[in-house]
Nanobody, 119 residues
Framework: QVQLVESGGGLVQPGGSLRLSCAASGGTVSSYWMYWVRQAPGKGLEWISGMKTGGTDTYYADAAKGRFTISRDNAKNTLYLQMESLKSDDTAVYYC????????????WGQGTLVTVSS
């Protein structure tokens, strides 16, 4: 059973940066499509980034493009999301997720980590 645990969230001022981590156990992040999804207060889930199995191909939602970078460290079996130039609209609980046999189906999720962007 693959388990995912997010960390790195916290309070940051607008324009600041954060690096989120997603530690995997029971599987390897290089073996699956991996994703970051967020949920703003009172809103639905919003896909923000994905990374292709075993490769370097990355994908971003318009809201994240140019500011966020998804990456993985296979030695540490960890997925990352580097966030720059943060805005108040980025305030949300951020989840990492693992794709299934159908890569677009997010079958395993972490518990989430809260990012608050505020002055």
């Amino acid at each position: 059973q693959v388990q995912l645990v997010e960390s790195g969230g916290g309070l940051v001022q607008p324009g600041g940066s954060l690096r989120l981590s997603c530690a995997a156990s029971g599987g390897t992040v290089s073996s699956y499509w991996m994703y970051w999804v967020r949920q703003a207060p009172g809103k639905g889930l919003e896909w923000i980034s994905g990374m292709k199995t075993g490769g370097t191909d990355t994908y971003y939602a318009d809201a994240a493009k140019g500011r966020f970078t998804i990456s993985r460290d296979n030695a540490k079996n960890t997925l990352y999301l580097q966030m720059e130039s943060l805005k108040s609209d980025d305030t949300a609980v951020y989840y990492c997720a693992k794709g299934g046999v159908a890569y677009w189906y997010l079958e395993v999720w972490g518990q989430g980590t809260l990012v608050t962007v505020s002055s």
